[in-house]
């Protein structure tokens, strides 16, 4: 079954209104408030504000349990929470960041429970909506729809603001969110295949969870999901002040890595969704992850070697694509595993994983250089020798992948 451009586009627009919250707070909020005279200190707390993405595994069996069948299992969740993003966004518009800091944070903080308990939703809609072969192609709207309203909440908006202001910055955030309101509010929604019109109840919800995760090789797919970003994480969060370090200009490192990068991995990404269409998700995955340790090494080379801009461009573009890709391939590969009977609670609760457990990688890499002492170098080393560890996780699950996920039976 192919995959239907306007069920693409669908998918596309929910995943973008849900990066612009993240992408305004993770990128443009402490540049703006450092510039407003914020200490250092306080800028890091700014990540509490993402509390609920990495929490969201939480309250995901909400949206199994609750919805209504005649506006749509998902919709029902995903239009007033559109709304009240939107509206969030519209209050945010007229508070002053003078005198009223707290406020709104707090308004941000809500944007990102909006967003992230809508995610739940939405990769509930495109786990029950997308076959197994669309699953390269629906993962690929995912990860370049949230990427892109990443950018645009984080940089075109603001860039922007110049001309529309502060208020015209979330108030465009608003608009944008109606706009996806409208369409999602006439986009048609079906039940998944076998799935029964009946209210599932917190028993059914619990039983079928507790299913999940006792099927032989459970735990080994949570640790294949937890570590295979570890590595790389490590040497991601380095790699910018190694070049600081190194000399090259922060006007450079913001064009070469925040804008050709992020151009790059949107390329990869979508690669990453092809290859996942025209081969099984395992062979695309052990490809991708493979291919993503060059640029790793790559990175150990200009810590050893010496950094030239020709260095820096190749290794940089290089490790965007194939760490792209793999993201594509990963997320592709997790929602074919979903049980889809709880696709919301059971995705989330992996993508909670994955989250998780590439967390502690930067932290990790920071202690290595700052209190161990160890140069870039031996850190950069170590992400390789990680992500060469990672590709003897696969051989048990090529072993289980004739094991599907648990459908249900009536």
């Known amino acids: ?29 402490p540049v703006y408030l450092r510039t407003q005279g914020v200490s250092i200190l306080a800028l890091g707390f700014l990540g509490l504000l993402a509390l609920p993405w990495m929490f969201k595994a939480l309250w995901a069996p909400l949206v199994d349990r609750y919805g209504s069948a005649r506006i749509g299992r998902r919709k029902s969740w995903i239009l007033p929470l559109q709304a009240a993003l939107a509206g969030t966004c519209a209050v945010a518009a007229f508070v002053p960041v003078q005198g009223a800091l707290s406020l709104l944070l707090g308004l941000i903080f809500l944007m990102n429970l909006f967003a992230a308990t809508q995610d739940i939703a ?9 076959s197994a072969e669309e699953l390269g192609l629906g993962n690929t709207a995912q990860v370049v729809g949230y990427k892109l309203g ?29 706009a996806v309101f409208a369409v999602t509010a006439f986009a048609r929604e079906s039940a998944p295949q076998g799935h029964s019109s009946e209210r599932t109840s917190w028993k059914q919800v619990m039983t079928q969870l507790k299913e999940a995760l006792m099927l032989p090789g459970t735990l080994w797919l949570l640790i294949f999901i937890a570590t295979y970003k570890f590595g790389e994480t490590m ?31 949107l390329v990869g990404s979508l690669v990453g969704g092809l290859l996942a269409t025209r081969m099984p998700l395992l062979g695309a995955l052990t490809v991708t992850a493979s291919l993503r340790i060059f640029p790793l090494v790559g990175r150990w080379w200009l810590a ?10 190749g290794v940089t573009m290089a490790e965007e694509f194939f760490g792209g890709a ?23 609760l992996m993508a909670s994983v994955e989250v998780l457990g590439k967390a502690p990688g930067g932290p990790l890499g920071g202690l290595l250089v700052g209190k161990a002492h160890w140069s870039y170098a031996q850190v950069f080393l ?20 004739n094991s599907p996920a648990p459908q249900p039976t009536s």
């Open 326 to 348: 793999l993201t594509t391939t990963m997320f592709a590969f997790m929602m074919s595993r979903v049980d889809r009977r709880i696709s919301a609670t059971h995705y989330t």
């Open 150 to 178: 990443m950018i645009t909440g984080g940089g075109l908006l603001v860039w922007a603001s110049q001309y529309i202001g502060w208020q015209g910055l979330f108030l465009s955030m608003a608009a944008l969110c109606l």
């Open 382 to 401: 170590l992400g390789v020798a990680l992500s060469i560890a990672f590709l003897f996780l696969i051989l048990p699950l090529r072993r289980q992948r």
């Open 304 to 313: 050893k070697m010496g950094v030239t801009d020709a260095g820096v461009i």
């Open 1 to 29: 079954m192919k995959l239907s451009p306007r069920r693409l586009g669908l998918l596309s627009a929910l995943y973008f209104v849900q990066g612009l919250p993240f992408g305004f707070q993770s990128i443009a909020l």
């Open 235 to 265: 040497s991601d969060v380095l790699y910018k002040l190694f070049l600081v370090d190194a000399g090259i200009r922060p006007e450079q490192i913001g064009l070469w890595v925040g804008t050709w990068g992020t151009a790059t991995s």
């Open 122 to 130: 939405v990769d509930g809609f495109a786990a029950d909506s997308l």
